[in-house]
Structures are given as C-alpha cells and as structure tokens.
C-alpha cells in the first residue's frame, strides 16, 4: 500500500503555519525533499507531518538555529553530526546551571561581606577586563548602561574600580551570563546598592531556574520526537 499523500496545505494546517513556511523549512533542510507530481506541485507523507512535529518540539529547548542544523544533519543521514548538536546544547543547559549556582554562591558572599570602605584594591578597566574575560569595551558599555559606576582619577581622567564597582562587575557579569538585560541588571543592581543587600534578586534567581527547568523538559520532549521519527525514517520505504 502507498504512502499516504499530504499537501503542503495539510502540513501548514497542522502546525499552524502558511504553505510558505512549509516550502522554506523544506528549503531549509528540516523536512526532506518532497516527491513532486508530473506537473510540478509538491507531495509531503506522514513523514514529512512527523519532521515537522520533531523540529517544532526541538525547537523550544535548543533554539532555532539549532534545531534546524539537527534536522538538516538527520535528513542529511549525518546522525553523528545531529547528536553532536544536542551534545552541546545540554553542555550549554549544564554551564548555565553551573553559572546560577555561581551566582547564587556570589550573592551569598556579598550578603555576608561587609562594605568596603577603603580602596586598597583599587583596579582599572584593562585589568578587570582580563579577570572577567571581557573586552575593555565591554566595560565601559555597561558603565554607560548604568551597571557599573567606576569613578575618575582626577590626575589622569583614567576609570578607578573600587573593590564595590568589582563586585558589581562580577555580579553583572554571571547575570549576562544568565541572559539578563543590561537594563534589568542595572535596576538590579540599584536595588541592591539602595537596599544593602541581596535580597531584590530572589525573584530574579528563581525566575532563572525556573527558565533553566523549562528547557531542560523542553530538550525530553524534543528527544522524544525525535526518537519517534528517527524510527518512522528508518521504516519508511523512502528513507
């Protein structure tokens, strides 16, 4: 028995996408070439409707572009490649984690330290730099975005970090790391420095993990697609 035909109608309707979609996720390697009639129209098979389903549930946990160079490895036959991918997007979703917890471990040092009244460890935005592994350029788009607040040697005009504007730094530094606006952390880090302490960013943490759950089920979920239409590739007569 033939495999049933589906138009790319029938695809669209299924995930809530136009026919232009279809052709350009097609285009784009996610779904495998389709069969075309004699005069041209294009005909997709439940296999295509499950690659569909398999790059929308990969999509949420590794992002698009990921997802779309997993499902263009696989239809490719470079299964090594596709798994090689998800590989990293679960290293990313474990530094990620390891950062948070870096940040949790960071705001606990800070409650517990006292104000720092003297500037005998006082540093420069070159060396600080290269302690965060940013750019120079880095620093001083935070200073402007209000993150940090170094002050001005007035012999030199040169940026002063106090040991505070470092801890500011390094703060704002694991927030990016976390995905954070410059904004929000500036506001972040107001709250902080008007309140004495860390407690402003409790919500903020748990907003954090929770994200970091979210993609951890969302990456079981597309797996499971996947897995699903590896085995629905390796059946079908035209794979």
Do not use: C
Request: glycine share 6%.
């Amino acid at each position: 028995m033939s495999e049933a035909r589906l138009r790319p109608v029938d695809l669209a309707r299924g995930q809530g996408l136009s026919t232009q979609a279809v052709r350009n996720y097609e285009e784009a390697g996610i779904l495998p070439p389709a069969a075309r009639t004699p005069t041209g129209y294009r005909v997709y098979t439940p296999l295509h409707a499950r690659a569909l389903r398999t790059f929308a549930a990969l999509a949420p946990g590794h992002g698009h572009q990921t997802a779309t160079a997993i499902m263009r490895a696989v239809n490719e036959d470079a299964l090594d490649d596709a798994l090689a991918l998800i590989d990293d997007s679960h290293r990313q979703l474990r530094t990620d984690r390891h950062t948070l917890t870096a940040v949790e471990h960071a705001l606990r040092d800070l409650a517990a330290t006292a104000p720092v009244t003297h500037r005998t460890a006082d540093t420069f935005v070159g060396p600080l730099a290269r302690q965060l592994g940013v750019r120079p350029a880095t620093l001083r788009k935070w200073e402007r975005a209000g993150v940090v607040r170094p002050r001005r040697d007035p012999a030199t005009g040169y940026r002063v970090y106090t040991p505070a504007d470092v801890r500011d730094a390094r703060l704002a530094h694991q927030l990016r790391r976390g995905g954070y606006l410059l904004e929000q952390i500036a506001l972040v880090l107001d709250q902080v420095r008007a309140a004495g302490g860390v407690a402003p960013l409790d919500a903020m943490l748990h907003d954090w993990r929770e994200r970091l759950a979210w993609r951890g089920r969302a990456m079981l979920t597309g797996a499971a697609e996947l897995d699903a239409y590896l085995r629905e590739r390796d059946a079908s007569p035209a794979a």
